[in-house]
């Protein structure tokens, strides 16, 4: 019997959900469901350094907005819990001790310091097979040395002894046979000084603690999967490893490099899922959702970039997508964002949604602009007559609003080239009417 599908999303919390990272999960998800699986939710919390309060809340409240919700994670629960890492400490030291025995790490004892100086004195000082021998660390002190300063508590971290032109291949989902000569890699760190694992020991851990079975992740991971399949050769067997997909960059709308942040702000379009406000630094990015996006064209248009149906189709329910999804649809290159098709994805939405679903939204917004109505049944008239000009819900207030409240002013430049003496028999009939109606 094949295994359950078990995918995971595992973010580290720093920060707001950029689109890549929300089509991450997007893709995960989508993957799970076709196949009857799993979609976990880890927080990758290992570095406390990159700690950001309020990161870990922003990512479940984007994931319910998206309506992509996790079987398993911190807040969900399920049979693996702990889903942090942080609480999950103390099963760490053990696998990085065993590849210590086993000669395949090793203590290293550098300071700071040391560690500067061989940067200033080494050109593009990597931690390697090449400059480990000059460095302070088990393999260049005898055994005594390395037990006597363990014994005197000298802080000490354990990285990955990797060999010199060690060939490693492995078959991604997306890319087929990916080669590494692991020539070019670093020893990483596993554990460190504070005890804690680094991302690539906990990574490799967990995803078999957790049986997880798939792994997609962002195409800027795969520098670290010669680490991650050294690790698991060594740890778990590679038998167990999990399938792994990294899903091509999202770039930016001229194609050149991946998007940002800031393209977002020099452009003039939200790149974050939704509002988020960097706690260290109070700067605020705009969202989606804030922007006056649906959660269903966000997550129709997060799908496009990167897979295609290999139809006309272009709007596609997130039912739709679970049973359409296919790997072999997902391009190797980039995908270049672009905001106009963004908004054309949310345009169609607000057309195909019902009222029903549009009334909640433009209450709010109605309430933020001071339009004021008790009147539900006339409001969702209202909406109805003029979603299909609206390409964001945003647009509701110059769209229905005056509905509600009268103008204050009348663009009369606007309007002048457009009166001729048929359209004002038209007004003037109509006030007749009105006068005479109500
Ligand atoms: N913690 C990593 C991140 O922040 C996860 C990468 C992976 O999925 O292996 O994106």
């Known amino acids: 019997m094949s295994k359950k599908v078990r995918v995971r999303f595992a973010p580290s919390p720093t920060g707001g959900l950029h689109l890549g990272g929300v089509r991450t999960v997007l893709f995960n998800y989508l993957f799970a469901k076709k196949n009857g699986g799993d979609f976990i939710v880890r927080i990758e919390d290992t570095d406390q350094t990159r700690f950001v309060e309020g990161a870990e809340d922003y990512i479940f409240n984007t994931l319910e907005w998206c309506g992509l919700q996790p079987d398993e994670s911190p807040k969900h629960g399920g049979p693996f819990a702990p889903y942090r890492q942080s609480e999950r400490k103390a099963s760490y030291r053990k696998y990085a001790e065993e590849l ?50 363990i014994n005197n508590n000298t802080p000490y971290v354990i990285r990955v002894k990797l060999q010199s032109h060690e060939q490693i291949e492995f078959t991604d989902l997306i890319r087929g046979t990916v080669h590494f000569d692991t020539t070019q890699v670093d020893d990483k760190v ?20 957790m049986q997880i079975t798939h792994a997609f992740r962002g195409e800027e991971w795969l520098p670290s999967a010669p680490v991650h399949i050294f690790l698991w050769k060594h740890l778990f067997g590679l038998d167990n490893m999990p399938q792994w997909a990294h899903l091509p960059l999202i770039l930016k709308p001229d194609g050149n490099g991946k998007l940002s942040k800031r393209d977002g702000d020099r452009l003039g379009f939200p790149v974050f899922a939704m ?164």
Not at 193 to 198: N, Q, R, S
Not at 299 to 322: D, P, R, T, Y
């Open 100 to 149: 210590v025995a086993k000669g395949l790490a090793y203590y290293a004892f550098d300071t700071a310091e040391e560690l500067d100086t061989k940067r200033k004195e080494i050109a593009n000082f990597q931690y390697s097979h090449s400059t480990r021998s000059l460095m302070k660390n088990s393999l260049t002190l005898s055994a005594h040395e390395t037990t006597d300063l």
């Open 275 to 438: 509002d988020w406000t960097d706690p260290r630094t109070n700067e605020q990015t705009t969202g989606f959702k804030e922007r006056g996006f649906l959660p269903e064209a966000f997550i129709n248009m997060l799908a496009m970039l990167g897979w295609n149906s290999g139809s006309e189709q272009e709007l596609f329910s997130l039912e739709e997508l679970v049973n359409f999804f296919s790997l072999e649809r997902v391009h190797k290159g980039g995908a270049k964002f672009d905001y106009e098709k963004a908004k054309w994805f949310n345009h169609e939405w607000i057309k195909k949604v019902d009222v029903d679903e549009l009334r909640k939204m433009v209450e709010k917004l109605f309430a933020e602009n001071n339009i004021t109505t008790d009147d539900v049944e006339i409001l969702d008239k209202v909406i109805a007559l003029t979603k299909d000009r609206c390409t964001i819900i945003n647009d509701f207030v110059q769209q229905a609003g005056y509905f509600f409240n009268a103008p204050e002013t009348i663009d009369i430049a606007a309007i002048q080239p457009k009166w001729d003496e048929k359209k004002k028999a038209f007004f003037d009939a109509l006030i007749q009417l009105w006068n005479d109606n109500f």
């Open 190 to 209: 596993l554990l460190k000084a504070d005890g804690m694992p680094t991302y690539h020991l906990a990574v490799v851990v967990d995803d078999y603690a």
